[in-house]
């Protein structure tokens, strides 16, 4: 697997992860939303660097400028509900691209620390020789992502993967790396230190979706 972080340098990014880290701001789901948007923004154009272009020609008022445009077709597929301001960031760039969700879930079947992933609900576009990419905030045991992978590869063969995270635990890498093809591009905003008992990330920045979005049931 071919892995990207992008933090090892500094950046703006580095300010927006601060953010989003912060429980001094965490009451603010606007501003949240808002930063996951603007490090998704960043992580396209990071990852527009790896793509393939074609050769162009184009009418300015005063004559032909060549140049050159995104020959890759893109699908963007999220992992609901946490990956949708992630989402929408890299669609900001990649506005050209089809899009696809599906529902994956931690199910605790005994009320303990032990759970299983659901992957339930998706609606995705023809992944078919195209470049998928997959987003999800957080990679902590690296469960959800494998199930989803394997879930969309049902669904057809996709040119390349790639898989964009904000924030993800040593532990969650180790579990893509074992269980996903090599070919595989990780894209990283953060690497942390660790999970800790209960399966979370530390130091993290808590739940995704609920900072995002609101508590759930």
């Known amino acids: 697997m071919q892995i990207h972080l992008l933090s090892e340098n500094n950046s703006v990014l580095n300010h927006f992860l ?3 880290r912060d429980v ?3 009451n603010d789901s606007l501003r949240f939303r808002r930063n996951i948007e603007r490090i998704g923004e960043i992580m396209s154009y990071e990852l527009s660097k790896e793509l393939q272009y ?3 020609k184009i009418q300015t008022p005063l004559s032909i400028k060549k140049t050159t445009q995104v020959k890759d077709s893109l699908v963007l597929c999220s992992i609901l509900r946490a990956g949708l301001a992630l989402h929408q960031g890299f669609l900001n ?3 050209a691209a089809e899009n696809g969700f599906i529902s994956a879930y931690r199910h605790h079947p005994n009320n303990d620390d032990y ?3 659901k992957v339930e609900y998706q609606a995705v576009a023809d992944i078919n020789g195209k470049n998928v990419i997959l987003i999800d905030p957080m990679l902590a045991t690296g469960q959800s992502i494998v199930a989803v992978y394997h879930k969309l590869m049902e ?3 996709p040119k390349d993967i790639h898989i964009a995270v904000v924030i993800a ?3 969650g890498i180790a579990y893509l790396e074992k269980y996903l093809p090599e070919n595989c591009h990780l894209w990283i905003a953060a690497l942390d230190e660790k999970l800790n008992e209960h399966a979370y990330i ?3 920045l808590g739940d995704a979706g609920d900072l995002a979005y609101g508590n759930k049931l």
Do not use: L, M, S, W
Request: proline residues 8%; negative net charge; charged residues 25%.
């Open 18 to 20: 601060a953010q989003i």
């Open 24 to 26: 001094k701001i965490h």
């Open 54 to 56: 074609e050769n162009i």
């Open 93 to 95: 760039y990649f506005d």
């Open 115 to 117: 759970f299983e992933i």
């Open 155 to 157: 669904r057809g063969t």
């Open 169 to 171: 635990a040593p532990e």
């Open 202 to 204: 530390v130091p993290g």
